[in-house]
């Protein structure tokens, strides 16, 4: 490899940009007519628009995005998050056409894409998984059959999908038949697949996630685990790594996740997520075949660079890392900054000093479109101790200032000062209830 598209927009396009410009690949920049000013355009060494600012047009035009692949010779692609990177359709065109697709081969996407079949591969490779349906289905009396059999209350999903698209919590066979048709509505017009499935419902777990990285020479790495159990309506608003659960758990997880990516003949830097109910009680969710947003966090704990390890994968060559040599040191805490209400950025001020990350493409002046996802800023903040890391955190937040855009930095220091966020008390539902005690107030 030695010119990287990033077929993305962003903050994690300029991630990826500095990445490749640290070791001396060069980059071009795909972007929509809105996003001609955007930081990660001015970053790239070539840049190439590829369309108006409607993504099915423009990010998500796999036509345009080959085509300005082929017009600036780059040879690789990085999708990032979002957009096309589990697209397995894409994936496969790039191998057609002779492009290394930064990710898993297009048969893991594909499979891993569809969550019915996900489940049976992780069943058949001993990965505990919660009680659910065998394979997807499109008709009602299928889901009303199969609610039956499982027991209320269930996880109403979308086969092809995640994100909370299509998802719906569902406690009666009245409200399936209320929601299935909206929910199925929802799959269809995110994923273009009408397939759904059901999982049994946990209470008040934690949504916990484990790092990989694999190899083409068959190694295998699991990289510590994460807690992204702060959620607001199945969207990731706080994340932090290492997570609260007990050391014998942690190894039997890790162990886990490394057994079901070698189980896939995984390639490059995937995620598999758990659902945990309690020591030695957690269950296969799905697994991401991306980069995630939160990946800073295990980076600070790890001293891992993921970026460069997806780059080091996709050029052939090996980890350079054993599982032996993961050790975990410390505690990272990341908060999301997202948009309310778009606007152009009047005044801006992001924090610093020891122990702090900020990984964003806000600047002075930037226009923030309405046409793409709310995220505008990470900020990620590493210390010896959960305790230290959630108070420079606290005083990060405090300190950012962005104008002329609605954020929710407000809530973000709120949630950071709540007693039982302090205490490593909460599960996946707790903000959606803190929302609910607002409403009532």
Do not use: W
């Amino acid at each position: 490899m030695h010119k990287i598209l990033i077929a993305n927009r962003g903050e994690i396009a300029v991630r990826i940009i500095r990445a490749c410009h640290e070791i001396g690949l060069r980059t071009v920049a795909v972007y929509s007519t809105v996003d001609r000013e955007a930081l990660h355009v001015k970053m790239a060494d070539q840049a190439v628009c590829i369309g108006p600012a409607n993504p099915q047009a423009s990010y998500l035009n796999q036509t345009n995005i080959i085509e300005a692949a082929r017009r600036t010779g780059a040879d690789a692609i990085h999708p990032g998050y979002g957009f096309l990177s589990e697209n397995a359709e894409f994936a496969k065109l790039c191998e057609t056409q002779g492009i290394t697709f930064i990710g898993p081969h297009s048969e893991t996407i594909a499979l891993l894409g569809d969550k019915a079949r996900a489940r049976e591969v992780m069943q058949n490779a001993n990965v505990p998984v919660i009680p659910g349906s065998a394979e997807g289905f499109t008709e009602l009396g299928t889901a009303l059959y199969q609610a039956n059999e499982i027991g209320y209350p269930v996880m109403l999903k979308a086969a092809a999908g995640g994100g909370g698209k299509g998802m719906r919590l569902i406690h009666s066979e009245a409200q399936l038949k209320h929601e299935f048709t909206m929910a199925q509505g929802e799959a269809q017009k995110a994923f273009g697949n009408p397939e759904m499935y059901l999982e049994k419902f946990i209470v008040r777990p934690r949504h916990i996630e484990v790092q990989i990285l694999a190899d083409s020479f068959g190694n295998t790495v699991s990289l510590g685990e994460r807690d992204c159990s702060l959620q607001q309506y199945h969207q990731k608003v706080m994340e932090e790594a290492p997570s609260a659960i007990d050391h014998k758990t942690r190894y039997e997880m890790l162990s886990t996740a490394r057994r079901a990516a070698k189980a896939l003949n995984f390639l490059g830097a995937g995620t598999i997520e758990f659902l945990y109910a309690g020591p030695s009680q957690f269950y296969f969710m799905e697994m991401n075949t991306r980069i995630q947003v939160e990946h800073p966090i295990t980076e600070f704990i790890t001293g891992v660079d993921l970026v460069r390890g997806q780059l080091r994968i996709a050029a052939g060559m090996a980890l350079g890392i054993s599982q032996e040599k993961v050790t975990l040191n410390g505690y990272a805490l990341e908060c999301r900054i997202t948009a309310t209400v778009p606007g152009t950025v009047k005044g801006l001020h992001l924090p610093g000093g020891n122990g702090v990350r900020v990984d964003t493409a806000l600047y002075q002046g930037y226009q923030v479109p309405a046409n793409y996802d709310a995220l505008l800023a990470k900020i990620i903040t590493y210390a010896p101790t959960r305790e230290i890391a959630v108070k420079k955190m606290q005083v990060a937040i405090d300190e950012t200032v962005i104008e002329g855009v609605g954020t929710n930095l407000d809530f973000l220091y709120r949630l950071l000062n709540n007693q039982d966020v302090l205490d490593n008390k909460f599960d996946i539902e707790f903000i959606d209830r803190l929302i609910k005690e607002d409403a009532h107030d």
